[in-house]
Nanobody
Framework: QVQLVESGGGLVQAGGSLRLSCAAS????????MGWFRQAPGKERESVAA????????YYADSVKGRFTISRDNAKNTVYLQMNSLKPEDTAIYYC??????????????????WGQGTQVTVSS
């Protein structure tokens, strides 16, 4: 089993920044892809960004390109999401997810095997 724990969420003004962290524990040696998803009130969960543990592949949703950066620290089994120039529409619960299979784009929710509990990000206008 794999456990994922997100942290770093909070309240920030528009234009501000936050960095989310996702710490993986358990059987992490067979994980290939880590992703971030988010779900705003009344909306479906959507993909935000993804990265392979080797760092060779990344994915960003169009809505966050140029503002968000995903990265990983293999030694710490941790993935980060640096969020800059935040907008009120970025308000959502952000979830970390892990996938054991080979890279297939990183944006499909169905490909992920493990999920964290989520961390709330609120951007005020």
């Amino acid at each position: 089993q794999v456990q994922l724990v997100e942290s770093g969420g909070g309240l920030v003004q528009a234009g501000g920044s936050l960095r989310l962290s996702c710490a993986a524990s358990g059987r992490t040696n067979n994980l290939n892809t880590m992703g971030w998803f988010r779900q705003a009130p009344g909306k479906e969960r959507e993909s935000v960004a993804a990265i392979t543990w080797g760092g060779g592949s990344t994915y960003y949703a169009d809505s966050v390109k140029g503002r968000f950066t995903i990265s990983r620290d293999n030694a710490k089994n941790t993935v980060y999401l640096q969020m800059n120039s935040l907008k009120p529409e970025d308000t959502a619960i952000y979830y970390c997810a892990a996938d054991r299979s080979l890279w297939s784009g990183g944006y499909r929710e169905s490909e992920y095997d493990y999920w964290g509990q989520g961390t709330q990000v609120t951007v005020s206008s």
